[in-house]
Structure formats: C-alpha cells, structure tokens
C-alpha cells in the first residue's frame, strides 16, 4: 500500500524542534531512502554469494576463440598427450551436406543443425518478442559470437572446433512431433561422437552424449554459451527492440542448498567439480536449467563473456560500453553425460514440477522452484503473487486482467490498513492537544545545551506526559512500517512474475516496463500532492512543510518514472484511495476537530493576517 504517514500531521514532541524535528528528519530520510533503495535495485542488480570453488580445478584462463565460434579454456586436458596413439580403425560416419531437423511440441518448436549437432532456434510458443514474433531463446548476434546451444566444450581448442563444425549424421530431418527421440552420430580419425536428445509434451529435454577418441572417453560438456530470454539490446538499432537491458544471473542447488550469482560476479571458464543437482543460466524471466543425472560427477563450466553495445538503446551513437553474456558447459567427468534439460519460463507451477534427482535415483529431489527469487521480501512477495493469480484467474483469462488484479489487491490491502490509518489519525489529534503544554515543558529547557545532562529530565518529563495523556510516540509510523515492505514485495514480484511480462492495462503494453506516456507518473506526483493539501499540519515549520508538500511527491513521482508501469499502477491506486479516506475524515468530527487547531495555531503564529497565503494550509 502507497498510503505513507503524511508529514504534514502535528510532529511528535513539538513544533520547531526537539523531538518533532527528529520525526520529521526521520519522514524524510525514509523517503530518501526510499528512493535510494529503488533506484539501487533497478539500475544494479542484487549481489550474490560466491559460488562453491573447487580446490582441484580452479579458474582457467580463456584461450582464442575455435573456428566453430565456440569459447574454449585451457586446463585438463581430454586424453593424455605424450606417446603418439595411432588412430584407431574407425568407420567413417557423417553427412555430405548440412540439413536441418525440427521438433515441435506445443510448447516448443527446436531447430537443429547437423553441423555440430546443435540449435539453431528454440522458440517458445507461448511468449513473443517486442515486435510480436515467437519468442526465440537462442540470440543471433550472440551466439554468433560465442556458439549455439547444446554445442559441446571440451579442453582442448581443436578439438572443440572439430565437434561443432562436423557435419553429423541425423536419424531424423524435416520437421518431427515430440514425443520423439532423435540422434546425432560423427566418427572419422579415431574420434566417435554420439549425441541423442528426448522430447516429450513439456519443457524438459533429456540429452546423452559420448565422446571417445582412440576408443579413450573423452570429457566433453554440452554447452549453453550465449544467454537467453529477450536480450533484445544486442538487437541492431533498426530493429524493433525493448528498451529494457538482460539481467541475467548464474543459478545452482548444491547438497540441497540454492543460491545464484549476477553476471558481473561469474569468472570466465572456471570448472567446478561439484555435485550439483541443477545448474543454470537465467534471466529475469526464462531459465536453461541442467539437472545432471549423476550429480557426483557433475562438471560446471562458467562462461562470461561481454559485447560493446551503446549506452543509450535509443542512441545508436552513444558511448559502447561491454554488457554481458552469460553461459554454461555441463557434463559428466566420465566422459559420457546424461542429463536433463529445461529451457522454458520462470513459472511457478512449471518450475515446481521440474525436479532434480533425488537420492533414489528418481526426479524426486530439489524442485526448480527457487530460480524464481524474490530476495528478502519472500515470505511477502510469494503470497502476493499467488493472491494477485488467484484474483487473475477469477477476472478471467484476459491478459489485461493482471492490471485490475493489481488494483483490487491494492484496494483490499487499503481497507485492512484502515485502522490503522484511524489510528495514526487519532494519535496526530492527541498530540494536536496536547502541544501546548509541550511547547511549555520545553520552554522550561530552553536555555540548557544540547549536551546539558539535565535535558535527560525534559525526556523524562515528555516520556511522563505522553503516557498521562495516552499518547503514543509512535503511532503514525505503525503505518509506515507496515507498508514499505508491501512495497518492495510489489517490486520484487513486478521484477520477476513473467505472467506480467506484455501483460496489457488500457495504454500499458508491458506492466513490467515503464508507463511509456508517464501518464502514472504524473498521477502520482498530483495525488501525492492533494494528500498533502487536504491534511492537517498545525505546528510544522513552513519551510519543511514545503518540502514535504512539494518534494516529496515529485521525488516519488521521478523516482518511478522509469519503473515497471504495475509498480505505479499499485501506488496510483493506494493514492487515489488514501485522498478518498482524507476527504471523509476530514468532515468527520476528529478532522474538523484538526482543522480547527491547525487553524487556531496559524492564526496565533500569523495575528492579523490569517494563514500565510504562500504556505500550504489543510483543506477541508
């Protein structure tokens, strides 16, 4: 819920200082705070813990780039060197020209190529991009660089040009329907490749590998080098792209223990040898998660790699400045690797059918679940989502419908925070009443110092005089503190719930981008303002009433301006219900009873001029 306690209400402990000026100080440096804390998350994403090291095989260096595109290391190498092994007697098995083969299921549709075995495209049939087409996880200008999904990665540079630029023998080509197994097999000069892949109805792939060279296992890892999801800023500037940058980020479970990393913190072509069950790679909304099917032998390869691309997306000639791209290499160190693979959205039903291996050899383990991260706010944010899918549902299935599930979330949270608005109120109008003779109590102190160790008696005679007359100190900042983490958890699940991704609301294309008109914006900043107008504020400095007033709503009002448009629309909506409540209580009797002090003390602080007509007075 928006609705913050209004600074205008008579400040605890007095009307210039003391204690009223340290609430005051205290409602300021919230909303800075505030702001601060958002602009923080948005333009930098969260760090994580450093990922388990191996103490056996630490990071290694990058070597140049394979023919085939693809990234390699140097370290451990695939078979011995040393004593010169002559090729075994292999069969030659391969293609004489590249074809393609195409699996499609109603989730998916799978391109793959022969030369290397690997993807092309893999789109997903229920998402679109910014200009409406099926929404491809494999980005062009990226995996032209750094290689194409379920490549392999092994350590030695040759050889890893070798596996991904052979022309494979396909069991299948053309377009198939899943359920369907196909394969890939390679063999010349010693070298057997075998590369098998099982499709189903949902998003998980089941993929083996082998590779062997002079009848030797070689260990070879199957990639997913180049990032994934919309990573439309790597887009050439003439095409119709989203403004938004990739926030993508390093996910694993290990012993049943989860934890992620953002792209800045991954090393480039560091092996981990641990016992994983999952290890992926993700983006705000979409994930390619391996779920090994022996997670002892499990090998994780890190690949961090950078584009230049300009500053401002609009702007093709602004300054370049390196964006990430991120990728894994997973496999079995024996050489031969069977594993899952799920490359689909980051939704919550999905994840949490997506299961790693548990000890009894079944998909009965850690769940995918926690690739959705909501941070500190979970025990918030999880039930808010599912409140606000729930409501979704009951509106029905229009995609629009998540903007006024957000609204009526927003509307009864307001309604259960009523009493305590009321009761904010009522602890304002006992402060109101009692001022004058806290203004007396400190006009007794007045000419003692600040460090006057007999100013611990005025605290202790204010502490006394509040708890005679029933006031609370603290009252009105209960509604603070329970709405900021309401808040953040709105954020949080803005950021991350991809059912709101191009979800429509009137003129709102995307709730989980910016209002493209900054019409909420501007909402906002004049809803903000007209609480202010309407509150009573006996007692407040002007200046500071000022800037309360005035700056403070401008400052919400920037600071979301380049938020999701779903954020805005969650504090628009509180706005408007919080100027609905002041307008009633303020023909209420405690309000004209506020009213009426407010007036009396401007009257007494401006004789013979009534208000002073540049201050901001409370309206009725």
């Known amino acids: 819920m928006p609705e913050i306690r209004n600074p205008n209400l008579e400040p605890h402990g007095g009307s210039s200082g003391g204690g009223g000026s340290d609430f005051r100080s205290l409602i300021i440096f919230t909303f800075m705070a505030l702001a601060a804390l958002m602009a923080y998350q948005y333009f930098r994403p969260g760090q994580a813990a450093t990922p388990p090291s191996n103490t056996q095989n630490q990071t290694q260096p990058a070597q140049p780039q394979a023919a085939s595109g693809q990234q390699a290391a140097s370290g451990q190498p695939a078979y011995t060197p040393g004593i010169a092994q002559a090729p075994a007697a292999t069969a030659v098995v391969g293609a004489n020209a590249e074809t393609e083969t195409s699996v499609e299921n109603e989730k998916y549709k799978i391109v793959f190529t022969n030369r290397g075995a690997q993807v092309k495209h893999w789109f997903l049939k229920s998402y679109t991009d910014t200009s409406g087409k099926p929404l491809d996880m494999v980005q062009p200008q990226t995996s032209a660089r750094f290689g194409l999904p379920l490549s392999l990665y092994t ?17 299948d080509t053309g377009q198939v ?52 999801g919309d990573m439309e800023e790597f887009l050439p500037s003439s095409s119709t792209r989203s403004p938004v940058r990739t926030v993508s980020q390093f996910a694993w479970s290990l012993d049943g223990k989860q934890d992620s990393m953002a792209s800045g913190k991954v090393s480039g072509n560091a092996t981990l040898d641990q016992p994983y069950e999952y290890a992926a790679v993700s983006d705000l909304y979409f994930a390619a998660a391996f779920l090994p099917d022996t997670p002892a032998r499990a090998t994780v390869v890190t690949l961090h790699n950078a584009i230049e691309i300009p500053s401002n997306l609009s702007d093709p000639n602004s300054q370049k400045k390196p964006a990430d791209v991120l990728g894994l290499a997973v496999g079995d160190q024996s050489g031969n690797t069977q594993m899952r693979l799920y490359v689909g959205p980051k939704e919550l039903d999905i994840l949490n059918s997506v299961h790693a291996l548990g000890a009894d050899g079944k998909a009965t383990g850690q769940s995918l679940q926690p690739l959705i991260q909501y941070g500190w706010w979970t025990v918030i944010a999880k039930p808010l989502y599912l409140a ?30 009523l009493p305590t608005r009321i009761m904010m109120m009522k602890s304002s109008l006992k402060m109101m ?21 007999k100013r611990a008696e005025m605290n202790a005679e204010m502490m006394t005089l509040y708890k005679d007359e029933g006031v609370n100190m603290y009252g009105g900042c209960l509604p603070l503190l329970l709405q900021m983490p309401l808040f953040f958890a709105y954020y949080r699940v803005l950021l991350n719930a991809v059912e709101l991704r191009q979800a429509h609301w009137f003129w709102l294309k995307d709730l989980s981008s910016a209002d493209p008109l900054h019409i909420l914006p501007v909402i906002i900043i004049v809803s903000m303002f007209l609480v202010q107008f309407l509150t009573p504020s006996p007692g407040m400095d002007p200046n500071q009433r000022r800037m309360l007033a005035i700056m403070m709503p401008v400052i919400m009002g920037f600071t979301l301006w380049s938020f999701a448009s779903g954020l805005a629309l969650y504090w628009v909506t509180g706005n408007l219900i919080n100027l609905a409540i002041q307008l009633t209580i303020n023909q209420s009797k405690m309000g004209k009873e506020m009213h009426a002090i407010a007036a009396r003390r401007a009257a007494k602080k401006n004789p013979g001029t009534g208000s002073n007509p540049r201050l901001i007075q409370g309206r009725r």
Not at 178 to 194: E, M, N, Q, R, W
Not at 391 to 406: D, H, K, Q, S
Not at 436 to 441: A, F, G, M, Q, R
């Open 155 to 171: 350590y030695d540079q040759s050889l890893t040009g070798q596996l991904n630029q052979a022309l494979y023998q396909a069991s």
């Open 177 to 228: 329907l899943a359920p369907k197994t196909i394969s890939f097999h390679y063999a010349a000069a010693g070298l057997d490749v075998i590369k098998s892949f099982s499709f189903d109805s949902g998003y998980v792939i089941t993929i083996n590998t082998s590779v062997s060279r002079n009848g030797l296992p070689v260990r070879a890892l199957v990639e997913w080098p180049a990032g994934l």
């Open 388 to 417: 606000l899918r729930y409501l979704r549902g009951l509106l029905g299935p229009g995609i629009n419908n998540w903007g006024w599930a957000i609204i009526v979330v927003t509307v009864i949270f307001n309604l259960l925070m």
């Open 433 to 453: 009443r009692i001022q004058p003779k806290v203004e007396s109590l400190k006009k007794r102190y007045a000419h003692l110092k600040m460090n006057d160790p």
